[in-house]
């Protein structure tokens, strides 16, 4: 149990998976998820930004970055804020190690030297999670169907039976707890 | 020179700047940044993610989760590690006020209830900032010309001016501290 919450939240120690560039659509020809049957999707990393996030905790051992990327039908769907997303929506979280650089921080001590900046960065890749809209086939949960993949590998059957029930609060947002980020 | 320095790194409250949608290319009809005369790129909210990053500092006051996005040239160079970076290279650096949901964090808890974990995401937008390659017109700067926007309006010429002596410590890596994060 200890395991699965750990993969869940993307503690797990990975290698590799770097800087792979892949065709824009359709799902790779690896492994597909338990319970969704989703393979890993094409492209998702050229993506368009929903937001950012950050998320910490397991008494200060999980410290990661996060950026929420769409498909075209789903930003589309954010932008004009429709609700339920579209059919063909998929959403993928992609988290990395909070990671920081004497050299970035001493540049920005040198620029700033009364701020006391504190500069980190995504460093190196944990999971990619992705939500797929469909509501026929995922039906029984909410319409949408869930995927975790490390290094390119899809988690185990217990991990993603955790994925609906954590989603569920947000049911009145279509099960999306992401909001689309202002334009600065 | 307080404010000069808070205007950079974007502590100044701003509102509005929300969600406008504008054409991929080109810049827009407003005015330029002084020093180095850029326009605000039209466009830049859907280019591609190069990484994600955190900003802390100001003894509290100051906390902004970032994203930086390229366009088509820059995202090109940072795949293939090409420096210089070719004319025609824009990274763009879109800072928002780092915010956290009651709502997303009971989530979480319900989810996980073992890790304390805390959860944040890009709240309100700050300003976006513009590195534009061309390596002729700004020959006297590295070849990038620098431009601040809060709001859609350029920031003054005194900010502008410590863009590129803060930069210079990054000057192996052609001014820019960045780094591409890798595929998760």
Tied chains: 1, 2.
């Excluded at 824009?24 to 950012?52: C, F, T």
């Excluded at 290094?151 to 185990?156: A, F, L, S, T, V």
């Amino acid at each position: 149990m200890k395991r699965i919450i750990f993969a869940l939240v993307g503690i797990g120690s990975l290698a590799g998976a770097v800087g792979t560039t892949v065709p824009v659509s359709g799902q790779s020809g690896g492994d597909a998820a338990p319970i969704y049957g989703i393979k890993l999707p094409q492209g998702y990393r050229d993506w368009r930004l929903i937001s950012v996030k950050r998320l910490t905790g397991a008494g200060g051992k999980l410290k990661q970055l996060r950026a929420q990327l769409g498909n075209d039908i789903a930003i589309a769907a954010f932008r004009e804020g429709k609700l339920p997303f579209p059919d063909g929506s998929i959403i993928a979280a992609l988290h990395w190690n909070e990671d920081s650089s004497d050299f970035d921080n001493q540049a920005l001590a040198a620029g700033f030297p009364d701020l006391g900046l504190d500069s980190t960065f995504a460093g190196s890749a944990v999971n990619v999670q992705f939500m797929v809209k469909d509501s026929k086939k995922y039906a029984a949960s909410g319409g949408w169907g869930y995927a975790d993949f490390t290094n390119g590998k899809p988690g185990d059957q217990a991990l993603h039976e955790k994925c609906f029930p954590c989603h569920l609060p947000a049911k009145d947002r279509d099960y999306v707890f992401t909001h689309y980020a202002p334009t600065p």
